[in-house]
């Protein structure tokens, strides 16, 4: 079973940027499809981005088109999420997740379609 560390995240202010990074250690990252979800205090789990092996258009959901950037660098095995003007509602507890399977564009979104998930890390947006 692949095991997903995270780092980055923290605390920034309003306008922001903060970069989060994922390995899938001892797995090649080129053996998944990726995407980070977030989860604020008291709110269900939601999709931010994803991105998949074998394409090279990502997904996004609305609330972050534009502010974010997920990608993939193969030769150092991570995955990222560039985020950008930060604002409040971003704030939340982001967690990388990974499936060995081949997603279809319309599934890339649901959290029922991977079954691997990083520990977490909290992003904090705020003056």
């Known amino acids: 079973q692949v095991q997903l560390v995270q780092s980055g995240g923290g605390s920034v202010q309003p306008g922001g940027s903060l970069r989060l990074s994922c390995v899938p250690s001892?797995?090649?990252?080129?053996?998944?499809?990726m995407a980070w979800f977030r989860q604020a205090p008291g709110k269900e789990r939601e999709f931010v981005a994803a991105?998949?092996?074998?394409?090279?258009?990502?997904k996004y959901a609305d609330s972050v088109k534009g502010r974010f950037t997920i990608s993939r660098d193969n030769a150092k095995n991570t995955v990222y999420l560039q985020m950008n003007s930060l604002r409040s509602e971003d704030s939340a507890v982001y967690y990388c997740?990974?499936?060995?399977?081949?997603?279809?564009?319309?599934?890339?979104?649901?959290?029922?379609?991977?079954?691997?998930w990083g520990q977490g890390t909290q992003v904090t947006v705020s003056s």
């Open positions: 001892g797995r090649t990252l080129s053996n998944y499809d």
């Open positions: 997740a990974a499936t060995a399977s081949y997603l279809i564009l319309s599934s890339m979104a649901r959290a029922s379609q991977y079954n691997t």
């Open positions: 991105t998949r092996r074998n394409s090279n258009l990502p």
